[in-house]
């Protein structure tokens, strides 16, 4: 029986941290992809490739790609097609030095649900809990 969500065993001193606690409960995530979320939602608000994630990360490449997969099916995520000269001609702006030398083909930019979007999915999901409730505790 998996373990009730306690003020005693959920409470840290890290309000931002708690938040991702309850995200990563709410939305059935393993510890990966919560942790993986989290990097996203604080580091990648405009976007990244899984290239830059599994540098960043110290990671798999193949670990980040199933696990950002996950987070897509669960509506978390986003991804978006860019072209390899629109993706250079960004990193040009940010003061990155772009990793690829052929400008031709497209690659994934994944973005995390953010802010008003993150808080009305949560509360679809608090909505939903809230009737269930009721409904067993009305029997």
């Avoid at 991702?20 to 608000?45: D, P, S």
């Amino acid at each position: 029986m998996p373990k009730l969500l306690t003020l005693e065993n959920s409470v840290t001193d890290n309000p931002d941290i708690e938040l991702f606690n309850i995200i990563q409960r709410i939305f059935n995530l393993t510890q990966k992809e919560g942790k993986l979320f989290h990097f996203l939602y604080l580091h990648a608000k405009e976007g990244i490739c899984i290239t830059h994630l599994a540098q960043s990360l110290s990671s798999e490449r193949s670990l980040i790609q199933k696990l950002l997969t996950q987070l897509v099916r669960k509506e978390l995520v986003t991804r978006k097609q860019v072209s390899l000269n629109e993706f250079h001609d960004r990193c040009i702006q940010k003061h990155e030095l772009p990793s690829i030398e052929n400008k031709k083909g497209y690659l994934y930019l994944y973005y995390p649900l953010q802010g008003s979007d993150l808080k009305k999915r949560i509360q679809v999901f608090l909505d939903q809990w809230s009737l269930i409730i009721a409904s067993l505790v009305a029997k």
